[in-house]
């Protein structure tokens, strides 16, 4: 059966950066005739809401009412606005609770006036701290300071308490400027171009306040309202559809990412799997970009508080031209850095699986690279046979290497956010004879099969599988049926832990044609599980094989996520057991993989260094002494630079290094300033998931020989 696969784009809760001047709320809020008539919900905004509403009560996974959900879905539009509670004050969200109250807890009274007005008290609340913001950044600040300031996480924050008067909240302000003018400084700034490009943020954040309309609000209260009922559920007006689907998706044209806004910055929400981000090796979700520069010598723009469609037409650009991003990574351990990205088109070559031939010891190991499960569906419904597709690329490559003799393969899923389910379907079936592979579960309904129908396996040797955190989706029901299937080993990291099926929902179905279009509704409509029953929503697939990690599956993964669905188990599928990876041979290659990581130089500094990844992105507390930052940047650099000339001098270049290699190279052609360039280091991971290889392999032989004997 043919599955088909709407592509969508994830929205985070919209949110604006600003500051604002104090008044009296109370007569502003008496006076509704103060509202602009732009602020005004027109009656089409209101139809999409109710039709949006009704759609995810009814036809969500997880039935909710929205009416019972209201406060929540008030609060989490506060926390959307402000997350990090610098603005709104505790007399405020009472204030709106109490609103909410008197009306019966009807969810944004439908009118929607209250998300309205909340968003104006943030307006202004905002202009005042941007305006006292502005003039403090006039005055001296002291560097050699004994204080500190802490930066949350997103849960943490959402229960800090909300501020109790101004004065508290430029008390905070304060410290928040003084470590940005740090992290300026420790960037290369001076003291005075680290002022002047904070004034320059902190006005444009305030002009692009000022440009907000009401459909950025509804926007944004509409996504604060989907993102209750689950992470991956969202609402896409007309123009957002059109922008970032045509322009972004479809069309694969530019950088090859999908952002979105998040804390005040444009945060990378997906890197397009073959795109010009992604070739790069630099960019990675959850990054935020805080500045755009064009060309080689453009000026760096920065792009905190912008909004993120205006920030998307300095990304984008013609075919060929280069555009520089400052960014700010998830992983801390980076630093800021600049990553230079030639614009281009995704080519369908980019994307597709590619297999390299890696020597190790004497052995000869097989490598496939597989960065996502794509489909051309347009071949397919016209019905060309030699249309491309992940299962038929993989069936040449295996037989490729098995002409080259190899003695084993590693199938490499890292970094793989998934794509087609019948793909990742019929790929499984290269290497298990047949059976399940896959079952989808609706609410109240039997949970249906996806099977592996054709008996028989193309490659029936050695097998091993490498996933990570980025790991997703489809990617992740492969790995988990060939580990259920005791088919190959798993190496790697937790993966992701996305098990929701999504679809898209075009709100002008429930109405008649002549009316304006009102946008779509992306919601979750089912679960995947394995065939043992259990789901991989939010726990994934737990590698056989575990390497070091710097940033837990809880930081990057659904579990990560507040409202993610739970974790789910069904009655298992019956199917009958490849059987060849047991656990006595798991034990013995855990034991020989652990062997080697108490004892081999490079993977002794590899733990290390990532046990201080792992430090560094758990630090939330960060000193507001320069000379104390500037030494522990130092050291960190220091650390970095003498680990990276370690390990290029110890470990041996794979074969799919070289490409790796050329990319790294052809990237600090760009970059003028030496400490924006980034050094080559070679794929300690898959050099590991090679000894598991090699390990298998010689456990196979013995085995062989014991029973010849």
């Known amino acids: 059966m043919m599955l088909k696969r709407t592509a969508a784009i994830l929205l985070m809760s919209w949110s604006i950066v600003g500051f604002s001047q104090d008044i009296d709320n109370k007569k502003f809020f008496q006076n509704k005739e103060a509202l602009p008539a732009e602020y005004t919900i027109s009656s089409t905004q209101k139809r999409a809401y109710r039709l949006a509403k009704n759609l995810l009560e009814n036809h969500h996974y997880r039935r909710l009412s929205t009416k019972e959900m209201a406060q929540e879905i008030q609060d989490d539009f506060l926390n959307a606005l402000d997350p990090s509670h610098l603005y709104f004050l505790q007399s405020d969200v009472e204030e709106f609770a109490n609103r909410l109250a008197q009306n019966e807890g009807r969810d944004a009274q439908d009118d929607l006036s209250l998300p309205i007005d909340i968003f104006r008290r943030y307006q202004q609340r905002s202009r005042a701290l941007n305006d006292w913001t502005l003039a403090r950044l006039n005055q001296p600040f002291d560097f050699g300071s004994s204080e500190s300031v802490t930066y949350p996480d997103e849960k943490t924050r959402k229960m800090l308490p909300w501020l109790a008067d101004e004065?508290?909240?430029?008390?905070?302000?304060?410290?928040?400027?003084?470590?940005?003018?740090?992290?300026?400084?420790?960037?290369?700034?001076?003291?005075?171009?680290?002022?002047?490009?904070?004034?320059?943020?902190?006005?444009?954040?305030?002009?692009?306040?000022?440009k907000s309309k009401v459909s950025d609000v509804f926007d944004s209260y509409m996504n604060v309202m989907a993102s209750r009922f689950d992470p991956h559920t969202g609402y896409l007006s007309p123009k957002m559809s059109e922008n970032f689907d045509i322009n972004m998706r479809l069309s694969l044209e530019g950088i090859g990412a999908v952002l979105g806004l998040k804390d005040d910055k444009i945060t990378v929400r997906e890197v397009i799997t073959g795109g010009p981000a992604a070739k790069t090796g630099k960019l990675f979700i959850k990054d935020q970009i805080i500045g755009v520069a064009q060309g080689t010598d453009g000026e760096m723009v920065d792009v905190v508080g912008w909004r993120t469609d205006e920030a998307i037409e300095l990304i984008r650009g013609k075919k060929g031209s280069?555009?520089?991003?400052?960014?700010?990574?998830?992983?801390?351990?980076?630093?800021?850095?600049?990553?230079?990205?030639?614009?281009?088109?995704?080519?369908?070559?980019?994307?597709?699986?590619?297999?390299?031939?890696?020597?190790?010891?004497?052995?000869?190991?097989?490598?496939?690279?597989?960065?996502?499960?794509?489909?051309?569906?347009?071949?397919?419904?016209?019905?060309?046979?030699?249309?491309?597709?992940?299962?038929?690329?993989?069936?040449?490559?295996?037989?490729?290497?098995?002409?080259?003799?190899?003695?084993?393969?590693?199938?490499?899923?890292?970094?793989?956010?998934?794509?087609?389910?019948?793909?990742?379907?019929?790929?499984?079936?290269?290497?298990?004879?047949?059976?399940?592979?896959?079952?989808?579960?609706?609410?109240?309904?039997?949970?249906?099969?996806?099977?592996?129908?054709?008996?028989?396996?193309?490659?029936?040797?050695?097998?091993?599988?490498?996933?990570?955190?980025?790991?997703?989706?489809?990617?992740?029901?492969?790995?988990?049926?060939?580990?259920?299937?005791?088919?190959?080993?798993?190496?790697?990291?937790?993966?992701?832990?996305?098990?929701?099926?999504?679809?898209?929902?075009?709100?002008?179905?429930?109405?008649?044609?002549?009316?304006?279009?009102?946008?779509?509704?992306?919601?979750?409509i089912a679960m995947f599980h394995r065939v043992n029953g259990d789901s991989t929503q939010k726990k994934g697939v737990q590698a056989d094989i575990t390497l070091p990690e710097g940033l837990g599956i809880d930081k990057v993964g659904e579990m990560a996520e507040e409202y993610a669905l739970p974790w789910k188990s069904i009655a298992a599928e019956k199917f009958i057991k490849d059987g060849r990876v047991k656990e006595p041979l798991l034990t013995y290659l855990r034991d020989q993989h652990k062997q080697r990581m108490d004892t081999l130089p490079a993977l002794l500094r590899y733990s290390d260094y990532m046990n201080k990844v792992a430090?560094?992105?758990?630090?939330?507390?960060?000193?507001?002494?320069?000379?104390?930052?500037?030494?522990?940047?130092?050291?960190?650099?220091?650390?970095?630079?003498?680990?990276?000339?370690?390990?290029?001098?110890?470990?041996?270049?794979?074969?799919?290094?070289?490409?790796?290699?050329?990319?790294?190279?052809?990237?600090?052609?760009?970059?003028?300033?030496?400490?924006?360039?980034i050094d080559f280091v070679p794929d300690i991971d898959l050099f590991e998931a090679l000894n598991v290889m090699q390990d298998y392999i010689q456990w196979l032989i013995h085995e062989q020989l014991q029973e010849a004997a």
Do not use: C
């Open 167 to 210: 004065q508290a909240a430029k008390a905070q302000q304060e410290k928040r400027l003084l470590d940005q003018i740090i992290h300026l400084k420790l960037a290369g700034r001076s003291t005075e171009k680290a002022i002047e490009t904070l004034s320059k943020r902190y006005k444009s954040t305030q002009k692009q306040l000022d």
């Open 322 to 524: 280069l555009v520089r991003l400052l960014v700010e990574p998830a992983n801390a351990a980076k630093g800021v850095h600049e990553v230079v990205i030639q614009r281009d088109t995704v080519a369908l070559e980019e994307q597709a699986a590619h297999a390299y031939v890696e020597q190790i010891d004497g052995h000869k190991i097989g490598v496939i690279k597989l960065p996502s499960f794509y489909m051309d569906f347009n071949g397919a419904r016209s019905g060309k046979s030699d249309f491309r597709s992940t299962s038929e690329d993989v069936k040449k490559l295996v037989q490729e290497l098995q002409a080259q003799k190899v003695q084993g393969i590693v199938l490499d899923l890292r970094n793989n956010g998934g794509g087609s389910l019948y793909e990742a379907v019929k790929t499984v079936g290269l290497f298990i004879d047949k059976g399940p592979v896959v079952s989808i579960a609706q609410p109240n309904k039997k949970a249906r099969a996806e099977l592996d129908d054709e008996a028989g396996m193309v490659y029936d040797g050695p097998l091993a599988v490498m996933i990570n955190h980025y790991s997703a989706s489809a990617s992740e029901i492969f790995a988990a049926a060939i580990q259920d299937y005791q088919r190959g080993i798993i190496i790697g990291r937790n993966s992701y832990g996305k098990g929701t099926v999504q679809t898209m929902t075009d709100l002008n179905r429930f109405v008649s044609k002549d009316v304006a279009p009102l946008g779509y509704v992306k919601h979750t």
């Open 615 to 677: 430090e560094r992105n758990e630090q939330q507390t960060w000193s507001l002494n320069f000379k104390e930052r500037e030494a522990q940047f130092k050291q960190w650099k220091d650390f970095q630079d003498a680990y990276n000339e370690s390990q290029q001098q110890a470990l041996p270049k794979l074969a799919s290094d070289e490409k790796v290699l050329e990319q790294v190279k052809k990237s600090n052609e760009f970059v003028e300033d030496e400490a924006d360039k």
